[in-house]
C-alpha cells in the first residue's frame, strides 16, 4: 500500500547542530508539506514543493530548508537547530488533478526537541 | 493572508450525547475548501470531512456533518452519538482553489466521557 513516512520518530539534539528530518511517500504525489504543531498554534506551513526542483517557503520558513530531487522525498533541514525549533513536524503530501482538491495524506510526525 | 479561528480550547461530553465545534476564518477569496482533521493520541492526521465553498449543501459524513455559513465565515462541526473514539484534538483548516496549502486553525480538544 502507498503510505508516507518520516524518520526519525524522535529526536533530541542540542542547540547550533545541523538536522535533517526525513519525508518519503510512495502515492507518487506531485505536492509534499512541511507542517509544525505548537500548542496553541495548530500546524503551520514551514515549507512546501509543487514539483521536482520546486520549493517555497511558507510562514514560518526562517531557519528551515528544502530540496526536492525527486518525487519521493522532501527532507526538512535546520540549518542551526534552536530551542524555539522544538516542536512535532508533520509532513503531507497531496495530488492535484484538474480543478478537484484532494485529501493531504499526513506522515506519523516527528518530535523534535532542541536542548 | 487567511486566518482560521477556533475560539474553544477544550470540551467535554458524555458518551452518546451531541457535541458541536466551532470554526470561523477570515478571508477575501470566493473559492476555497474547509477541512475538520481529527487527531487522537496517535498523533495520526485523520481526514474527518470537508467542504467546498461554492458548494450550498453541507457535508456529512455518517456521524459527522457541518454546518457552513459562506456569509458568516463560519464553519462548525457536529458530532453526533459521540463515541469514546471520537476523544481527539480537532483542527479546523482552510485552503484556498489551487493553492493546495492548508491554514490551520489552533485546534480543540474533545473529550468524551463514558
Known amino acids: 500500500d502507498a503510505e508516507i513516512t518520516q524518520s526519525p520518530r524522535h529526536k533530541i539534539t542540542e542547540t547550533g547542530r545541523q538536522v535533517t528530518l526525513a519525508c518519503h511517500q510512495t502515492?507518487?504525489?506531485?505536492?509534499m508539506f512541511w507542517y509544525r504543531q505548537d500548542l496553541g498554534h495548530g500546524l503551520r506551513l514551514i515549507h512546501y514543493s509543487y514539483g521536482v526542483q520546486d520549493t517555497n517557503k511558507g510562514e514560518v520558513s526562517d531557519g528551515y530548508s528544502v530540496s526536492r530531487s525527486n518525487t519521493e522525498d522532501l527532507p526538512l533541514t535546520l540549518e542551526s537547530a534552536a530551542s524555539s525549533q522544538t516542536s512535532v513536524y508533520f509532513c503531507?503530501?497531496?495530488?492535484?488533478?484538474?480543478?478537484?482538491?484532494?485529501?493531504?495524506?499526513f506522515g506519523p510526525g516527528t518530535r523534535l526537541t532542541v536542548l | 493572508a487567511q486566518t482560521v479561528t477556533q475560539s474553544q480550547p477544550e470540551m467535554s461530553v458524555q458518551e452518546a450525547e451531541t457535541v458541536t465545534l466551532s470554526c470561523t476564518y477570515d478571508t477575501s477569496e470566493s473559492n476555497y475548501y474547509l477541512f475538520w482533521y481529527k487527531q487522537p493520541p496517535s498523533r495520526q492526521m485523520i481526514l474527518v470531512i470537508r467542504q467546498e465553498a461554492y458548494k450550498q449543501q453541507n457535508a456529512t459524513e455518517n456521524r459527522f456533518s457541518v454546518n457552513f455559513q459562506k456569509a458568516a465565515k463560519s464553519f462548525s462541526l457536529k458530532i453526533s452519538d459521540s463515541q469514546l473514539g471520537d476523544t481527539a484534538m480537532y483542527f479546523c483548516?482552510?485552503?484556498?482553489?489551487?493553492?493546495?496549502?492548508?491554514?490551520f486553525g489552533q485546534g480543540t480538544r474533545l473529550t468524551i466521557n463514558p
Open positions: 483548516a482552510f485552503m484556498t482553489q489551487g493553492a493546495q496549502k492548508l491554514v
Open positions: 502515492w507518487n504525489h506531485n505536492n
Open positions: 503531507a503530501s497531496s495530488d492535484l488533478t484538474s480543478a478537484e482538491v484532494n485529501e493531504q495524506f
